[in-house]
């Protein structure tokens, strides 16, 4: 008979005793009042109480309630999905880098200058790199198995010598298998997760400023007060599912439509701001790979195209509402700094010059595949879409359906001819009336532009834009068809300041006691991608909770 326990099954057991315990404890302690209830601040009583109190469970979120319960700290984590889905650490491609066995000194200077002077304390930034480098024997000490790998770089995004890694014995290049054994281990632990629990409040002592709990909207609406005696930790992503704030910071009038969950909306800058808390790094976007923009919309996700090598198969080219090419279409969008064409504005016309803009592509290219696999490279679950499936595959989450449905519902244009496709395709332009719509474009100018194309893809040389030889294939004959494409991104980095210890930082770089902010929301990567998200997303999450369970509970006193 085998006696002998994994370490997987000594935490569960271990776990399932400190939630039994907990439990206990936490009966007597759900709505009842506080001894000083008559603080006007003050809930008059609160649902519930921990140690910490986690907003968001994704990578950083699961992070930071292991290392809680770890060491016998109590939290409760406040997750606004109802699924247990990793936010976007599970919709990334999954990979750690940058973050073991460097000499941070030289990874310093690799960093700050990527970060082109938006970075607030040199000092505390060198302190954050050191303290990271745990990471690695952190996902040892609770069997999360990482194939750690020797890199290497040439250019200014990341040190010259690195490690990364992705998770053992699985294949694919999926974030969800990483947030599976995180999420498996919070599991052993008993990890308090509380899904579709959305904060919407922070609550703040006005004398002391310290942030003592979170009031949430749980499952049916009701209000919900959880009490922090340390801290609060908002993990609560990023806002690539919130317009307003992208109009706002990055490209008026443009949507950009995330990779990740469709909960990433933006929901921790009331939270933080509330509470006196300064923003950085609010342009900094990490741009994906082109997406289809109506079945985007209507996924409310990204369903986007190839990020690797471009678009395949390669019988396609891209144009404007013009009719003509302006971009090179094989540059992959992923992780791009480099200006984007299709955002060139025009001053005096007071509208954006290629937008709208299409996939435009013959027969052959139709009876490929369906376009929207084209969000599936290789194994690689990287959008939420995605993510949903793999966990309903009985009840997708988004249906493209076959190219022929994609017609039928007419996001995909259709022409025996390429004057009829010109005179089919129709589009909303950015900010504009409904009577200003695109209806039809310029016939003359496409034909002109598809035979110039043809031309470069026989000779098998693009003197206009460089698009690679081997990925240029001439159109063939009709029928022709078209599809309106948008922009796409896997991740926000703005969001509060934060120190080493990810402490939320006030506008005269104080802390705001008690509460920090972890992962993308508030990234340390401020222009250039230097800190892989999800290194940042697990060592901060780790960091933070370190920090924050060495405070006195906030009415110790």
């Not at 990341?158 to 999926?174: A, L, T």
């Not at 900010?431 to 194309?453: F, P």
């Amino acid at each position: 008979m085998k006696t002998d326990l994994s370490r997987r099954s000594f935490l569960k057991g271990a776990g399932l005793a400190m939630a039994g315990a907990a439990g206990v404890a936490t009966v007597g302690l759900a709505g009842c009042s506080s001894a000083s209830a008559s603080e006007e601040w003050m809930p008059s009583s609160w649902t519930d109480e921990a140690d910490l109190i986690i907003v968001g469970y994704g990578g950083c979120g699961s992070t930071a309630a292991i290392a809680a319960a770890d060491a016998g700290v109590s939290a409760i984590v406040l997750e606004k999905s109802a699924e247990r889905d990793g936010g976007s650490t599970g919709c990334s491609g999954g990979h750690i880098h940058t973050c073991a066995e460097v000499d941070v000194d030289e990874w310093w200077k690799t960093f700050n200058h990527g970060a082109f002077g938006t970075v607030r304390n040199d000092d505390d930034m060198k302190e954050f790199l050191q303290k990271s480098q745990q990471l690695p024997a952190w996902c040892e000490q609770y069997g999360i198995n990482i194939d750690w790998v020797d890199e290497s770089n040439d250019g200014h995004k990341r040190p010259k010598e690195y490690q990364g890694g992705y998770v053992s014995g699985r294949d694919g290049i999926v974030g969800m298998y990483l947030f599976e054994e995180l999420d498996e281990v919070a599991e052993g632990y008993g990890v308090d997760v509380r899904l579709s629990n959305r904060a919407t409040r922070l609550i703040q002592n006005p004398h002391t400023k310290e942030v003592c709990g979170v009031v949430a909207q749980g499952p049916d609406g009701e209000e919900l007060t959880y009490k922090a005696n340390k801290a609060v930790l908002l993990c609560c992503g990023g806002y690539e599912n919130n317009p307003w704030i992208q109009y706002n910071y990055n490209n008026p009038g443009v949507r950009v439509y995330g990779w990740g969950t469709p909960n990433n909306e933006g929901d921790g800058f009331a939270l933080a701001q509330s509470v006196g808390a300064d923003l950085w790094h609010m342009h900094g976007l990490e741009w994906a790979a082109l997406c289809f923009k109506q079945p985007s919309e209507e996924a409310n996700c990204s369903i986007s195209t190839d990020a690797t090598d471009g678009i395949k198969p390669y019988n396609y080219l891209i144009v404007d509402y013009n009719g003509k090419r302006f971009m090179k279409e094989d540059r992959t969008g992923a992780h791009d700094m480099e200006h984007i064409t299709g955002l060139d504005f025009d001053a005096k016309a007071c509208d954006y010059r290629h937008l709208p803009f299409f996939l435009v592509f013959d027969q052959a290219f139709f009876e490929e595949k369906p376009l929207w696999e084209g969000s599936g490279r290789a194994g690689i679950i990287n959008t939420y879409a995605g993510v949903y499936n793999y966990h309903h595959p009985e009840e997708p989450w988004f249906e493209f359906g076959t190219n022929d449905d994609a017609v039928s519902k007419g996001w995909i244009f259709k022409g025996d001819t390429l004057e009829e496709l010109a005179a089919n395709i129709k589009a909303e332009r950015p900010c504009r009336s409904a009577d200003e719509a695109i209806n039809g474009i310029d016939a003359e100018a496409l034909k002109a532009t598809v035979a110039q194309y043809n031309e470069y893809a026989a000779a098998g040389e693009d003197p206009e834009f460089a698009r690679d030889a081997k990925h240029m294939l001439p159109l063939g004959d009709g029928p022709y068809y078209a599809i309106e494409l948008g922009f796409s991104s896997i991740n926000t980095q703005g969001g509060p300041v934060r120190n080493q210890n990810c402490q939320t930082m006030s506008p005269a770089y104080e802390p705001i006691p008690r509460l920090y902010n972890c992962g993308e929301f508030g990234s340390f990567n401020g222009f250039v991608y230097c800190l892989g998200n999800i290194f940042e997303a697990l060592s901060s999450g780790m960091i933070a909770a370190q920090h924050a369970m060495t405070l006195e509970p906030w009415d110790a006193k």
